[in-house]
């Protein structure tokens, strides 16, 4: 058996968050982690790895330096790493990064794909969704559970206050919750092997039947026509009451005045 998971690096937000004049992020100045819900889709490949003994290729997206995640990755116990990087392919929205992911796993031979529900940076929850209409494979997003049987998943996919039971006969694609388990850390003989192994570089040329119109800042049909940190809030207003009536009263009086109630 062989599963695919789609990570990627985002910023960690702790260091700060950093733009380019063209409102995208400036990636390269930021400290960056591997995107939890893909962790946690990256576990879950491990564990049928563990149970099935399947392979497990790990795939990003971005600046040479996402490189990282793939090692972390392959630390953890994947068995290959894929880095998709080239000028063109910066500044990609979600129709252009599923696109250009779609292309590099045309190339590879899968029997599930696994992404996580969606990124810290964006919060969008399309890319996943995206890849499996492009690569024409049924969907099943929101697991908190996944389990393998014969040619076939069942996962129980998150819904409101309950779940669906949900089976599919692979290949297929799955987006995980990062509620689904929690990760393993990496080993310090993982690390070791992960730092001395080789990472696969593709770029443009490497992906499959894809178009130019579709890629990178050009081909993203999302344009950000402003983007900021987030911004301060002001001071609270403190007041000092005799009795809890006078406060209830002075609270009520500033919630009518500014229409919360």
Request: one cysteine or more; a negative charge.
């Amino acid at each position: 058996m062989k599963i695919v998971v789609c990570v990627k690096q985002v910023p960690d937000t702790k260091g700060g968050v950093k733009f380019k004049p063209d409102g995208t992020l400036d990636r390269a100045a930021m400290l960056t982690i591997m995107n939890p819900d893909d962790k946690a889709g990256l576990e879950a490949a491990l564990r049928i790895k563990d149970e099935t003994g399947a392979e497990v290729t790990v795939v990003t997206m971005g600046l040479p330096k996402a490189e990282e995640v793939l090692r972390e990755a392959m630390a953890m116990g994947a068995d290959k790493g894929i880095l998709v990087t080239d000028r063109v392919l910066g500044g990609a929205d979600t129709w252009a990064t599923s696109t250009t992911i779609a292309g590099a796993l045309r190339n590879i031979d899968y029997d599930l794909i696994i992404t996580g529900r969606q990124a810290i940076d964006g919060d969008t929850a399309q890319v996943g969704p995206q890849i499996a209409e492009h690569l024409d494979l049924p969907l099943i997003s929101y697991a908190q559970d996944i389990k393998v049987e014969g040619d076939s998943v069942i996962v129980q996919r998150q819904y409101d206050d309950r779940y669906h039971v949900l089976k599919a006969k692979m290949p297929c694609v799955i987006t995980a919750l990062s509620e689904l388990n929690e990760p393993r850390y990496m080993t310090p003989g993982g690390i070791f092997d992960a730092y001395d192994a080789e990472i696969t570089t593709w770029g443009r040329k490497d992906l499959k039947d894809v178009d130019d119109s579709n890629l990178g800042l050009a081909g993203s049909p999302t344009q950000i026509a402003k983007a900021s940190d987030k911004v301060r809030k002001g001071k609270g207003v403190m007041m000092t009451a005799e009795t809890a009536e006078e406060g209830v009263e002075y609270i009520m009086d500033k919630l009518l005045t500014k229409h919360v109630i």
